[in-house]
Antibody, heavy 118, light 108 residues
Framework: QVQLQESGPGLVKPTETLTLSCGVSGYSVSSGYYWGWIRQPPGKGLQWIGSIYHSGNSYSNPSLKSRVTMSVDTSKNQFSLRLTAVTAADTAVYYC???????????WGQGALVPVSS | DIVLTQSPGTLSLSPGEGATLSCRASQGVTSNYLAWYQQKPGRAPRLLMYGVSRRVTGTPDRFSGSGSGTDFTLTISRLEPEDFGVYYC??????????FGGGTKVEI
């Protein structure tokens, strides 16, 4: 069974960089699928942040692209997200998920709430 | 950008009733890249359907998907108490990226 687990700081200050990692078990991140990040502000809907292939090829939401960097660490079987210059509007539950052929997200992490506050 | 508009915003129904959830795209989309999710409070979304009408393993057959072009529908034939939650449609396009609809809340 494929399992994903987000890890990162519990709180980020405005203007700083949010960094999250997603550990994957039950499947190798280098086995051919994209891996994605999705966020959900409290009480609101879902927003795709971006997705990355093990080769490093990636796609991002145009509205966030200038602030998003993603990477894959095949040795640790995990992938990561960096979001720079955060504001309160970036407060959300951040999910990582497997993204086969960029079509849909079939396995999700449980989500990590990241508040942005001073 | 492709905008997905879901309606209605909320459905209040009783067990045994049928539910029809709509997802309308602002321009024609590729059916292969249209998916539906169910989300319960405090939980991650769960993939129900992909490619418009293909059920994921574990999705009950009372769920069905249909549509093409700009209009897509998720139908729940006979609601069970566990079907409450928020349902999202989602589409990916290589030219416009990935978008989610705003969601339909199903109250049992």
């Amino acid at each position: 069974q494929v399992q994903l687990q987000e890890s990162g700081p519990g709180l980020v200050k405005p203007t700083e960089t949010l960094t999250l990692s997603c550990g994957v078990s039950g499947y190798s991140v280098s086995s051919g699928y994209y891996w994605g990040w999705i966020r959900q502000p409290p009480g609101k809907g879902l927003q795709w942040i971006g997705s990355i292939y093990h080769s490093g090829n990636s796609y991002s939401n145009p509205s966030l692209k200038s602030r998003v960097t993603m990477s894959v660490d095949t040795s640790k079987n995990q992938f990561s997200l960096r979001l720079t210059a955060v504001t309160a509007a970036d407060t959300a539950v951040y999910y990582c998920a497997r993204h086969p052929q960029l079509r849909y997200f079939d396995f999700w992490g449980q989500g990590a709430l990241v508040p942005v506050s001073s | 950008d492709i905008v997905l508009t879901q309606s209605p915003g909320t459905l209040s129904l009783s067990p045994g009733e049928g539910a029809t959830l709509s997802c309308r795209a602002s321009q024609g989309v590729t059916s292969n890249y249209l998916a539906w999710y169910q989300q319960k409070p405090g939980r991650a979304p769960r993939l129900l359907m992909y490619g418009v009408s293909r059920r994921v393993t574990g999705t009950p057959d009372r769920f069905s998907g249909s549509g093409s072009g700009t209009d897509f529908t998720l139908t729940i034939s006979r609601l069970e108490p566990e079907d409450f939650g928020v349902y999202y449609c989602q589409h990916y396009s290589s030219s416009t990226g990935l978008t989610f609809g705003g969601g339909t809340k199903v109250e049992i």
